[in-house]
């Protein structure tokens, strides 16, 4: 028999915002007990844990950091790096991408004496370009799919080695994981795996066969647990590859590379693995491409035609989600920031007149930037991904804390108002950043003059990090019921279960952003259900019609003018709002003046705002009136009339978000949810609380209408807390 290599590549990973709970429960699941039972045996393997998780662990159980180090040391584990905060390299700055490689590289090194060679790519996300970012910080090899490869031209047999790719004169090797075992490990017998090795070893000798895949599959993905370790599936895998020592050699990537010539060189088109890129694809193309993979795969051609079909790109997540877009932008924004800040920094030296502890601040600016950049929030597929509001507050927190942190650095303190005009989203459109000392807004003039960020600066929290509701691909399975496992381990990519019983009845798309600002004009038959269920009719063009803006300022204030000249019913409409902040001071004043209105015309006027980060569902977040009377929980739809306030409180949070009228108003309020995929089945997810105050609009006799409101974001149960417990309002805790 033929001897080959099987390099076993583990990747350990919890993203930046994740419950405290879930990294207990995988490390006590997983990433434990798969240590236990490794230690046992004396092959190697290669490991890679990302920031974020080794962050936690070496906080939370640095006994099992003192382990790896052990096992580093004793050569049976090679220690994978790559960037800190695992994001999606081809989404952040060339800067960022060679500064979190090399700043995890230098923490694993100094924590776990590893001397960190190879890394691993974070959702196995490639473009060429890459490489010269790779070799910069210090990367030898990586570990991409197979997939990647077939899509450059090679074939199966071509697949057991590995190869050099080249950009711009930068040389790095690339080893192809393979797909097959990805769906034998741990989810077929031992015996699968080692007829599948066995194959290749009679074909082909002194092969190098890499398994590349998610530490998770070993107890942490629904049922493997027990499948795991219960049922002792990884003893008896160890026990079969130590029985087949003799042809099987275990070893590592640096092994590897280091006794066995590649293979050649090859380049590789822009790719991530074969499920990412159908899941970037457009719903409908989605669909029809599942669709004709159903219907090829019974064809005895499709072994040859496989490797033709191919999905989307991943950058086109930003396409598909708007708000993943908007995520991407804000960090984009707090990357530029920080890098003009350490160039006037290393320009000015001593100089700079920056505050004297400024190289310490700018430090954990980059810090925050960092963590902002972790990629789980910034997509969707099998895993909850952006769908998960928890997820994307951790990202919005540090982004966030760094222009928190930015702004101390450039020194500044006390009250202040500021707006800059800049395309802020990449749109090639103007959009204004309003912004004091408490707040960060955001506006899209171009956009229906929407607010579609507004940042807590204090408590590091956008109450505008929400998502609207829209078609997916996979909500055409909620109508087939709930599926068992019929006593099979499945692949979280092939499980059907759902968390709560009559999702098919939630599934609602929205017509329009969930952001704020946006201006409704519906009949004066509007009523709560028909705004909620997305069926009153719109009778204006503001809701994305273009506003033109200015700015006005004064010493201690600022405000952003946007103007519309419209239509309703056929009738122009003009509608002018103005957005103030002041120094110092955590509330926005919202006027709007309506001119041209038709005496003759019953029309409902209605301002939406969303408002994320309030979720449902507990006694201590809720409506309350403005004197104290609560009206029930966040959850809770609403319908009152002729009212002149209402606030939103979270006291985890330790925030009340109240709304204050100049005139008597009618209030709709409803929960936004969206109905989504997770490693744990379908389920139901609170994304906002939709509230949209309304006026049976009545002109004066020159055709005006107008209404100011103050939207006030106190934090003072929080602020209070910080105080207690010695935090800096400037940065929460990661």
């Given at each position: 028999m033929?001897s080959?290599?099987?390099c ?11 419950f405290d709970?879930?990294f ?18 004396d ?5 890679h844990?990302?920031?974020p998780?080794?962050?936690?662990l ?16 004793a ?13 999606i390299?081809t989404m ?8 979190q ?8 090194r100094?924590?776990?004496?590893a001397?960190?060679q190879?890394?691993?790519?974070p ?11 790779l070799v ?8 991409l ?11 199966d047999e071509q ?8 950009d ?20 077929q017998?031992p015996?699968?795996t ?5 194959g290749?070893?009679e ?5 190098v066969v ?16 027990k499948?795991?370790?219960d ?10 590859l130590s ?8 070893t590592?990537l640096?092994?590897a590379?280091?006794n066995v010539p590649?293979e ?6 822009d790719?991530?693995?074969?499920e990412?890129?159908e ?8 669909m ?8 090829l795969?019974h ?6 035609i ?7 790109f ?7 989600y708007?708000?993943?877009n ?20 290393e ?10 502890n400024?190289?310490?601040t700018?430090?954990?600016?980059r810090?925050a930037?960092y ?11 099998a895993?909850?991904?952006i769908?998960l509001?928890h997820?994307r ?13 930015l702004?101390q650095?450039?020194?500044k303190s006390g009250?202040f ?7 802020y989203n ?10 004091n ?9 171009a ?6 960020e507004?940042?807590?600066r ?6 505008l ?8 691909a ?6 087939g019921?709930a ?13 059907v ?6 999702l ?5 798309y ?7 600002l946006?201006?409704h004009?519906?009949?004066a038959?509007?009523?709560?259900q ?7 009719t719109?009778h ?5 019609g273009?506003?033109?803006?200015k700015?006005?300022?004064s010493?201690?204030r600022?405000q952003v003018?946007?103007?519309r ?9 003009r509608i002018?709002?103005g957005i ?14 309506l001119?041209?209105l ?13 408002f994320?980060?309030?979720?449902s569902?507990?006694?201590d ?11 029930g ?13 209402l ?6 949070l330790g ?12 209030l709709w309020?409803y929960?936004v ?5 997770s490693e744990?089945?379908?389920?139901l ?8 105050p ?11 209408w ?7 974001a ?6 209070e807390?910080m105080k207690s417990t ?5 940065v929460?805790?990661?």
């Amino acid at each position: 028999m033929n001897s080959i290599r099987l390099c076993l590549v583990l990747h350990n990973h919890q993203p930046i915002g994740n419950f405290d709970g879930v990294f207990e429960q995988a490390y006590q699941d997983a990433y434990k007990p798969f240590l236990d039972v490794f230690e046992q045996y004396d092959f190697p393997i290669a490991l890679h844990t990302s920031g974020p998780l080794m962050e936690w662990l070496d906080e939370r159980h640095p006994e099992y950091i003192d382990r790896l180090r052990r096992l580093v040391a004793a050569g049976r584990v090679e220690i994978i790096g790559g960037p800190f905060y695992e994001p999606i390299l081809t989404m952040i700055p060339s800067r960022d991408r060679v500064g979190q490689i090399t700043s995890y590289s230098d923490w694993l090194r100094l924590r776990l004496g590893a001397k960190v060679q190879g890394m691993w790519m974070p959702e196995r996300v490639w473009e060429q370009a890459l490489t010269s970012d790779l070799v910069n910080a210090g990367i030898k090899y990586t570990v991409l799919d197979d997939y990647h490869f077939k899509n450059a031209g090679l074939t199966d047999e071509q697949l057991h080695g590995y190869y050099l790719t080249e950009d711009d004169g930068r040389v790095v090797s690339i080893f192809p994981g393979s797909e097959p075992l990805r769906y034998t490990i741990p989810f077929q017998q031992p015996q699968a795996t080692i007829d599948y090795l066995r194959g290749i070893a009679e074909r082909r000798a002194g092969a190098v066969v890499v398994f590349g895949d998610d530490g998770e599959k070993f107890g942490v993905w629904p049922e493997t647990k027990k499948h795991v370790y219960d049922h002792g599936w990884l003893r008896q895998f160890f026990d079969a590859l130590s029985a087949n020592r003799q042809w099987i050699h275990v070893t590592t990537l640096a092994e590897a590379v280091e006794n066995v010539p590649p293979e050649g060189k090859i380049y590789l088109p822009d790719a991530s693995y074969r499920e990412m890129t159908e899941w970037a694809l457009p719903v409908n193309q989605q669909m029809e491409y599942d669709q004709l993979v159903h219907e090829l795969e019974h064809d005895g051609r499709w072994p040859r035609i496989k490797r033709f079909f191919q999905g989307g790109f991943w950058r086109n997540f930003k396409v598909k989600y708007p708000e993943a877009n908007e995520m991407y932008a804000r960090m984009m924004m707090a990357s530029r920031r920080l890098a003009e800040a350490e160039n006037d920094l290393e320009q000015g030296g001593a100089t700079s007149g920056l505050p004297s502890n400024a190289l310490d601040t700018l430090h954990y600016a980059r810090q925050a930037l960092y963590r902002g950049q972790c990629n789980c929030s910034y997509w969707h597929g099998a895993f909850g991904g952006i769908y998960l509001p928890h997820l994307r507050n951790a990202v919005y927190n540090q982004l966030i804390a760094c222009d928190n942190l930015l702004d101390q650095a450039a020194g500044k303190s006390g009250g202040f108002v500021e707006a800059t005009v800049d395309d802020y989203n990449f749109d090639a459109r103007q959009e204004v950043r309003l912004a004091n000392d408490r707040l960060i807004c955001l506006l899209a003039p171009a956009a229906g003059g929407m607010l579609y960020e507004l940042d807590i600066r204090p408590i590091c929290l956008n109450l505008l990090a929400t998502l609207a509701r829209r078609p997916e691909a996979y909500h055409k399975k909620i109508a087939g019921g709930a599926s068992g496992s019929n006593g099979q381990v499945a692949s979280i990519h092939d499980r059907v279960v759902f968390k709560q019983a009559g999702l098919d009845q939630r599934l609602q798309y929205d017509r329009t952003p969930r952001k704020s600002l946006l201006d409704h004009f519906y009949d004066a038959g509007a009523n709560l259900q028909s705004v909620s269920r997305g069926e009153a009719t719109e009778h204006g063009d503001f809701v994305q019609g273009v506003y033109e803006s200015k700015i006005r300022r004064s010493s201690d204030r600022v405000q952003v003018q946007l103007t519309r000249l419209g239509h309703v019913a056929g009738r122009d409409v003009r509608i002018t709002k103005g957005i103030t902040a002041v120094a110092g001071s955590p509330t926005l004043e919202i006027a709007y003046l309506l001119e041209n209105l038709p005496a003759d015309l019953a029309i409902h006027f209605s301002t939406e705002l969303n408002f994320s980060s309030l979720p449902s569902g507990a006694d201590d977040r809720y409506f309350h009136d403005g004197r104290g009377n609560r009206l029930g929980q966040l959850g809770r739809q609403l319908d009152l009339a002729d009212v002149q306030s209402l606030n939103l409180v979270d006291e985890w949070l330790g925030i009340d978000v109240g709304l204050a009228f100049n005139r008597p108003t009618g209030l709709w309020t409803y929960p936004v949810e969206t109905v989504s995929q997770s490693e744990g089945g379908f389920e139901l997810v609170h994304q906002s609380v939709a509230v949209q105050p309304h006026w049976l609009v009545k002109p004066d006799n020159t055709g005006r209408w107008s209404v100011t409101f103050q939207l006030t974001a106190s934090t003072a149960l929080a602020e209070e807390r910080m105080k207690s417990t010695g935090e800096t309002l400037a940065v929460t805790p990661a």
